[in-house]
């Protein structure tokens, strides 16, 4: 019997870079409220998968989709502001 510890450098070789950049964590944060609305349209969704929506769950899609759609609009008005900046700061 082989322990697929004993195998698993050769599967998977460890290295430093796998933890995130700075450059990468950066990114994950600057798209966190876009992240954070879209869990909870998909919230909204999976509630109402297993039966007919309620007004009240319609509603509350609505307000999801509407606050992805807001986090959306400000997320690419910050990239067209930054990508227009002098010296292309970013």
């Avoid at 009240?56 to 502001?81: C, F, P, S």
């Amino acid at each position: 019997m082989k322990f697929i510890a004993a195998l698993q450098d050769v599967v998977t070789p460890w290295s430093d870079g796998l933890e995130p950049s700075d450059a990468e964590l950066d990114a994950i944060e600057w798209e966190m409220p876009l992240i954070l609305a879209e869990v909870d349209l998909l919230d909204a969704e999976v509630a109402v998968l297993d039966r007919t929506p309620s007004e009240l769950d319609e509603r509350r899609i609505r307000r999801a989709r509407r606050k992805v759609l807001a986090a959306r609009r400000t997320l690419l008005n910050q990239a067209a502001v930054a990508a227009n900046m002098p010296g292309g700061a970013a």
